[in-house]
């Protein structure tokens, strides 16, 4: 394999991991049901895995910020770090990051891995963030050590006038769009167009600018675990057995006749008022699909169905609102815990992955402005998944501040004020106006 050329490998890698991409992505499309359609066979879609997803993804990026802690309690120290993190800010704002993570949130736990890329735009003079398409990002890793990425290439299409706009080549008149693959390692950059190199130079960064990250972990395993997988087989059993008790309603409510002893029969109309003259012996009556209590079957089963979707995707129902017993407090909390149990891990994850954006996107700043921001402690927080009573949040942080547990900023972050640092100065603002 060391024989065949970047491309040519990249074909070869990973085909599982892919095919697995692509039936998930179906799969939250609506595409739920297996196996060829039958003649009058009834097919209805309730898409739960969609709605799981997106539920769970509202929870766990709810409330997501980030504060940046002097490495000590210098002026110098205070200083650069309030530097950084307005930094941080000018760029999230820029590439309006609040959007671009709850959208690529989404795409990882449908695919279950992530990835973002940070580079300097050289046209707009800053520091852009994207979200490269996973199902085209491959990676080489240093022996058993999953951690140490040593090489990673980026397959994407772009149009023909893209490729013209970009690297100045006329691609051939019959070809709508281009293949590119960026390879990176922490010494090189190659650039691929259409399975021909096209540009090889030293890497400008001194570091892979890709930050790639599974959705849930599995042990030992680089690439990450979707979300779909758990709920697959109940949702599509949900399917089949909603669209079979739609299809008996729906005979209920046109009759089925049912003559007995009859050989022959014409013209025989199922509707009030009309007469069927019926040879002797013989029996007429319609067929009750509902009698002895078989809907009820079918609910009581639907419900069974439901229940094991609600437990696989670790979403109860409670986390949709559906609150019967009015659940409060602690009750509430063990009610929510195994919702609460999987954001906490994909919080895990999801940390470490925007603590090494950030750090990529303050070392591109030092390399393009020349100002300095290390050292520093970046510090990734999150809001409360469950409902809070926000003024006894005031008055807990506010006998915290008072006690000196915690300090007006911390209080302020946990409070969810975005920039403690600015609220603090605009307080002191009025404190002198007030006081003069």
Request: charged share 30%.
């Amino acid at each position: 394999m060391n024989n065949l050329t970047i491309p040519q490998q990249i074909a070869r890698m990973d085909l599982e991991r892919l095919r697995a991409y692509r039936e998930n992505l179906d799969f939250y499309n609506g595409l739920q049901w297996s196996g060829g359609y039958r003649r009058r066979e009834r097919r209805i879609t309730f898409n739960y895995a969609k709605v799981f997803i997106e539920k769970v993804t509202s929870y766990l990026m709810s409330g997501l910020s980030f504060t940046v802690d002097p490495i000590d309690n210098t002026p110098e120290a205070r200083e650069r770090a309030g530097r950084a993190e307005v930094a941080l800010h000018e760029v999230y704002n820029a590439n309006n990051l609040e959007q671009l993570d709850f959208d690529t949130e989404i795409d990882t736990a449908i695919l279950g891995d992530g990835c973002f890329k940070v580079t300097w735009d050289v046209a707009e003079q800053r520091v852009r963030v994207s979200a490269p398409d996973v199902q085209g990002v491959f990676a080489w890793w240093v022996g058993d050590d999953v951690s140490r990425v040593w090489r990673l290439a980026s397959k994407y299409q772009i149009s023909a006038d893209e490729i013209q706009i970009l690297y100045g080549v006329r691609a051939p008149s019959s070809k709508k769009e281009s293949t590119v693959i960026e390879v990176w390692t922490a010494r090189d950059f190659e650039l691929w167009i259409d399975n021909a190199l096209f540009e090889q130079k030293p890497n400008p960064y001194g570091f892979i600018p890709f930050v790639i990250y599974p959705n849930l972990r599995e042990p030992k395993k680089f690439w990450g675990v979707s979300d779909i997988p758990p709920i697959k087989e109940p949702a599509q059993e949900l399917n089949r057995a909603l669209s079979q008790l739609s299809m008996i309603l729906e005979l209920s409510g046109n009759p089925i006749a049912v003559l007995e002893n009859v050989e022959e029969a014409h013209d025989i109309a199922v509707q009030p008022g009309a007469v069927w003259e019926l040879p002797e012996r013989a029996r007429a009556y319609l067929l009750d699909l509902l009698q002895g209590g078989g809907v009820g079957l079918h609910v009581d089963y639907i419900n069974l169905i439901y229940r094991t979707l609600h437990d696989l995707s670790e979403s109860p129902r409670t986390s949709f609102g559906d609150n019967p017993r009015g659940l409060s407090g602690v009750a509430l909390e063990m009610e929510l815990h195994p919702l609460l149990q999987k954001v906490r891990r994909k919080r895990l994850i999801r940390t470490a992955a925007y603590k090494r954006r950030n750090e990529m996107i303050l070392r591109i700043l030092e390399q393009r402005t020349g100002v300095s921001y290390h050292p520093y402690r970046s510090r990734i927080t999150w809001g409360p998944v469950l409902p809070q009573d926000r003024s006894r949040m005031v008055r807990d942080e506010r006998m915290m501040v008072e006690a000196g547990i915690h300090s007006r900023r911390r209080a302020m972050e946990e409070l969810g004020i975005q920039e403690p640092d600015a609220e603090f100065r605009r307080w002191l603002e009025e404190e002198g106006i007030i006081r003069r």
